[in-house]
């Protein structure tokens, strides 16, 4: 092993940090500034760094533009459906899977995490005919049904993790106090696992909220497109390119996102089960 | 009145046999320690009795019923936990309630046993404390605290205090000899500490390898072990065995010198001395046997050497009392009293031991 508190070892992770650092955040700056841009300096050939003169024109113009609220909506609705329905599902099979033992446990859980192989625009190439056989296209039950599919073998896995590691004896004393299966689980199990489960939430309604190529193949509607395909058909079509009315529409739409991370993000440090064992 | 009978109670994971036919009567108001080393079964057999887990075959019983399908909280069971297993999310008061909320029990009932029991256990401060904000001692309490208000017609502890540092084990120790002496309610408690099963128990089971090697009171097993691994395993210091060898009439050779067994012993080839029944001695008395004093450990209300005889690797340790100034790596002599040996056939059943009465008795 090599020392990581050796001089040499630091001057390494820190470049390294930093290079990673940039192309993290390197588009959120660009985005921002982009956004607080003339459209006469937005598209000079040789772009600035830094704005020369800031305005918020393309933020009033946003705001203004009523689709976007639509939009936004149409995202809350799909993306909080299939991550609520998506975390429900994954309690209960997660939590299967890591405290009971039956025939065909371990190939069920391979068989569900193996659909996490592919690579997801393929498997739109044969999720789009069963929707259209079902019926589905260009319905939020068929947009939310497709996100379930990609999420839940991940979000299965990571509350099958968190579940593994409860202690038995937790359940085992449950049970010895007279507790059902059931019971054991809905008052002793879950209370303890509100960050796991708050993570997978997330997780899962990220996935939705981020996603552009299913939306924008299953939906056709206008008045049922969610922001992804809002925001670039909106700003970036064959007729014209917006760069600065989209960016700052982008971060409009970001906000309650960022917002909501900011308050839930107590829930991923925070250990519940302290005091429990030992 | 509570008794619990096991009649050739056997467990299997797959296909490995843990439990191999135990049979056990504990009786109403009794205290059983089971003991053996790690991985005998104990848990497994206690898991077994709580109804936590199913048995493979055989009966089980309580005062004549037969539990076999009883599901846990029917048996009139409580069990604790060695990891304590308290419901982190819940306060102490409700840690204490939860069984009896879930068989219903009206709230005015509930607050006043659980009241009741934390006095007891003098935990009635940190009712509404989480488990978290608790020192490993209360925790223990409190795990306690849970089984009592339940007031079950058995109590199952799983080594409850090996989590515990020496002081608390101690002081917590002394706290379930009283609550015995209170509730004078059946226990059963498994332990891997020898003063906890001497102390507590009135009756000890010694398994091994999922079967019972003896069953006794906690000096019946000290004087009179029916095998090698009872004796072995009872008692600490261990005791010295030593492997007999040429023999003439009933005197036979021994590391460093030789031992006159009782007439008649047949089929003889070890015998087990306890290290309080050695004396350390001047090197050459006859009658003794010689070899090194290589180690002394003073702990002052005792000391142990340890004597190496010629062509033995163990050592023999020897429990002097008191203070004793001893010079290591000199000669010395090891007082045997043939009358305190254990004498041991081949296969480790015992053919004398150490007390004749002691004898009749087992
Ligand atoms: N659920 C289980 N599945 C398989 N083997 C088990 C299980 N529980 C215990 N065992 C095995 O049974 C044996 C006895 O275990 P246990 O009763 O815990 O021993 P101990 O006497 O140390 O309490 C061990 O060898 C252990 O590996
Ligand atoms: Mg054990």
């Known amino acids: ?278 | 009145m509570s008794r619990l009978e096991l009649k050739d109670v056997r467990k299997s994971f797959g296909t490995t046999e843990v439990l191999k036919g135990i049979d056990l009567t504990v009786e109403d108001g009794e205290f059983v320690a089971f003991v053996g080393p790690s991985g005998c079964g104990k848990s497994t057999l206690l898991r077994l009795i709580c109804g936590l887990d199913e048995i493979t075959a055989g009966q089980m019983a309580i005062d004549r019923e037969i539990v076999n399908d009883v599901p846990p909280a029917k048996r009139g069971i409580a069990m604790v936990f060695q990891s304590y297993a308290l419901y982190p999310h819940m306060s102490v008061a409700q840690n204490m309630g939860y069984a009896l909320r879930l068989a219903g029990t009206p709230k005015a009932e509930i607050e006043q046993r659980v009241l009741a029991a934390a006095k007891v256990l003098r935990i009635a401060d940190y009712l509404e404390r989480k488990p978290r904000q608790l020192s490993g001692g209360q925790r223990q309490r409190v795990a306690i605290g849970r089984a009592i208000v339940r007031e079950p017609r058995i109590f199952l502890f799983d080594e409850p205090l090996s989590n515990l540092d020496a002081a608390l084990r101690v002081e917590m120790r002394i706290e379930i000899a009283r609550m015995k002496e209170r509730l004078g309610t059946t226990m059963i408690y498994v332990t891997h500490d020898q003063i906890e099963a001497m102390t507590l128990a009135d009756k000890i089971v010694v398994l091994n390898a999922g079967r019972v090697e003896q069953v006794g009171s906690p000096l019946e097993l000290y004087n009179a072990p029916v095998n090698r691994f009872v004796a072995g395993f009872i008692g600490s210091p261990k005791m010295n065995f030593l492997t007999l060898g040429a023999r003439h009439g009933d005197s036979y050779a021994l590391p460093g010198g030789e031992i006159a067994l009782r007439a008649g012993l047949e089929g003889a080839t070890t015998i087990g001395v306890r290290p309080e029944h050695l004396e350390i001695v001047e090197a050459g008395r006859s009658g003794t046997l010689g070899g090194t004093l290589t180690m002394t450990e003073h702990l002052g209300s005792d000391t142990y050497a340890y004597v190496a005889l010629p062509g033995t690797e163990d050592l023999l340790v020897v429990r002097l009392s008191g203070e004793r100034a001893l010079k290591t790596n000199q000669k010395v002599g090891v007082a045997l009293d043939p009358g305190m040996a254990h004498v041991f056939a081949a296969d480790g059943t015992m053919l004398a031991s150490a007390r004749p009465v002691a004898l009749e008795a087992a």
Request: hydrophobic letters at 50%; zero cysteines; a neutral charge.
């Open chain 1, 1 to 278: 092993m090599f020392d990581l508190s050796s001089r040499i070892s630091k001057i390494v992770f820190g470049g390294l940090l930093v290079v990673i650092g940039f192309y993290l955040f390197f588009p959120i700056y660009w985005m921002i500034t982009s956004a607080l841009k003339n459209n006469a300096e937005l598209y000079q050939i040789i772009p600035t760094f830094f704005p020369h003169e800031i305005t918020f024109s393309h933020f009033w113009s946003a705001i203004a533009e009523s689709r976007l609220l639509v939009y936004l909506g149409n995202s809350l609705i799909t993306s909080g459906a299939s991550a609520t329905i998506n975390t429900i599902l994954a309690i209960y099979a997660g939590y299967s899977f890591a405290k009971y033992r039956y025939a065909g446990r371990q190939p069920i859980m391979l068989f569900m995490l193996s659909a996490q192989m592919f690579p997801f625009g393929l498997l739109l190439i044969s999720l789009y005919p069963v929707m259209t056989s079902l019926g589905l296209l260009d319905t939020r039950p068929g947009l939310i049904l497709s996100y379930i599919v990609f999420a839940l073998p991940v979000a299965t896995y990571m509350l099958y993790s968190y579940f593994s590691q409860v202690p038995d004896e937790l359940i085992d004393a449950a049970r010895a106090d007279g507790a059902s299966d059931l019971r054991i689980f809905h008052t002793i199990v879950l209370p303890i696992s509100v960050p796991p489960i708050v993570t997978v939430f997330l997780y899962s309604f990220m996935w939705s909220w981020n996603d552009l190529l299913y939306s924008l193949t299953l939906i056709v509607s206008e008045d049922k497109r969610t922001i992804g395909p809002g925001l670039l058909l909106t700003y970036l079509n064959e007729t014209n390119a917006d760069w600065g009315g989209a960016m700052a529409a982008s971060l409009l739409v970001s906000l309650p996102i960022v917002i909501a991370f900011m308050f839930l993000q107590r829930y991923f440090i925070q250990g519940v089960t302290a005091g429990a064992v030992k």
